[in-house]
């Protein structure tokens, strides 16, 4: 592990050799647009009870309440923009002949700022799925004219799309991230306290598979030690800086790379 340090040459080079990118974001990737992370001082956990809130059971209890708290997350996240990582992020995928983005995040703030395809392990506050028949639809109205929502086809309850306590991710979702981890040699892990699994064990699965792996953090994490290294501050300053000096490395301003003399350079 690199001591904590900037954005050095070192890195800039490892990472615009690399031939497949991939990311791997947590809720602070989203903290400077406005929107609460889960674990710090001003986070969820510390405001509400996630099994109270984030769980089945509670969902069974009182599906009202729990719909409640929700239509506050999607009406906080909805009057928030994408901030200077997310964007950088997207610009990055343009910069790879293969680039990855695995988010925990279920805000929709990636999609926003133009990445083309985050895999959602935790699903998505902006999608809906009947409690009947188990289909997925899209729930973009802010705030819920109904709380809670009801299945438009079967008038069944609707719950939120996104992966509660004690409840298996998605398997393709999960599958795909574990190949991306297995494959990529280079990861960037941004704003992700790493403790919750098993998204968490993927920067492990990179390493382990002799990728070069980054973490940008304002703090150190369960994987910090096991990072090449770790970068202290705000995501939406590194990440930018990261963007910045990768893409005029790999010589593609608007990011168009030629995959194959940069496959030559790798
Ligand atoms: N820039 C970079 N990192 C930041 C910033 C920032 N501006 N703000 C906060 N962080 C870091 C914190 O230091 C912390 O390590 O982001 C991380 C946020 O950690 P958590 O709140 O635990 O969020 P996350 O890691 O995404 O949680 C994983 O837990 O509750 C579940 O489903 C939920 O997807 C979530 C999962």
Redesign the pocket.
């Known amino acids: 592990m690199e001591p904590a340090s900037g954005v050095t040459k070192r890195l800039v080079e490892r990472l615009s050799k690399a031939t497949d990118l991939a990311v791997l974001t947590?809720?602070?990737?989203s903290?400077?647009s406005g929107v609460p992370?889960?674990?710090?001082e001003e986070?969820l956990?510390k405001q509400y009870r996630?099994e109270e809130l984030?769980t089945w059971r509670a969902f069974e209890g009182d599906p009202g309440l729990v719909w409640s708290w929700y239509d506050y997350r999607r009406q906080l996240v909805s009057d928030t923009e994408p901030n200077p990582?997310h964007t950088a992020i997207a610009e990055l995928e343009k910069g790879y002949p293969h680039f990855s983005l695995i988010t925990?995040?279920?805000d929709g703030l990636h999609d926003r700022a133009g990445s083309s395809a985050p895999i959602e392990l935790?699903g998505s506050i902006w999608r809906a799925r009947c409690t009947a028949e188990q289909t997925v639809c899209d729930l973009l109205e802010s705030p819920l004219p109904d709380v809670p929502p009801h299945c438009p086809t079967c008038g069944a309850l609707l719950r939120p799309d996104v992966?509660w306590y004690g409840e298996p991710l998605p398997m393709d979702a999960y599958e795909h991230s574990h190949q991306i981890a297995s494959r990529c040699d280079a990861m960037l892990v941004?704003?992700?306290?790493?403790?919750?699994h098993p998204?968490a064990s993927l920067p492990l699965v990179a390493k382990h598979n002799g990728a070069f792996v980054v973490e940008?953090?304002?703090?150190y994490?369960a994987i910090s030690a096991l990072v090449d290294a770790t970068l202290l501050?705000?995501?939406?300053d590194l990440v930018p800086e990261i963007a910045r000096r990768v893409l005029e490395a790999v010589g593609s301003p608007g990011g168009a790379t030629n995959p194959v003399s940069r496959t030559a350079s790798a």
């Open positions: 947590g809720a602070g990737v903290q400077e992370t889960f674990r710090g986070g956990w996630a984030a990582a925990q995040n279920t935790h992966v941004i704003g992700t306290s790493a403790v919750v998204a940008v953090n304002t703090a994490t501050g705000m995501a939406g």
